[in-house]
């Protein structure tokens, strides 16, 4: 995946996310550009590789930051810790797939248990990162 995150960056493809992203996030305040980040990298981690999804990502965090002209450390946060709160399938973390055919889960018992506490980890971390890395 460092090859992708990579590709993304040569290729333009991060410019052409940014510039399509950034104009509606520009006039928002801090804790809902934190958030439309934490958002998209939680929901893209439940698809796929937390790994992956941070590798991706964070390019595109970091290019959102220098396009709106803000420190991109706050969104980089956000990043990871969006990536490693994968809770509500059991694809996106291995200790999910662990569990889930030993354990009798099935696929909506980690969509009932974990979309709550995946959204109330993203609020959270919005409300306190523009706190400890201001924007």
Do not use: C, H
């Amino acid at each position: 995946m460092l090859a992708v995150g990579a590709a993304l960056e040569s290729t333009g493809a991060v410019s052409m996310i940014v510039e399509g992203v950034s104009p509606a996030l520009g006039a928002l305040p801090p804790f809902l550009v934190v958030w439309a980040v934490y958002l998209v990298t939680s929901i893209l981690t439940e698809l796929v590789s937390n790994n992956a999804v941070a590798v991706v990502v964070t390019p595109i965090a970091i290019g959102l930051a220098t396009a709106l002209g803000i420190d991109p450390r706050p969104l980089v946060v956000a990043v990871m810790v969006a990536a490693s709160a994968s809770f509500a399938t059991p694809v996106g973390y291995q200790t999910n797939t662990l569990v889930y055919g030993p354990g009798g889960y099935k696929f909506v018992d980690f969509l009932r248990v974990g979309i709550p506490l995946n959204l109330t980890m993203g609020l959270l971390v919005s409300a306190l990162i523009p706190f400890v890395w201001p924007l």
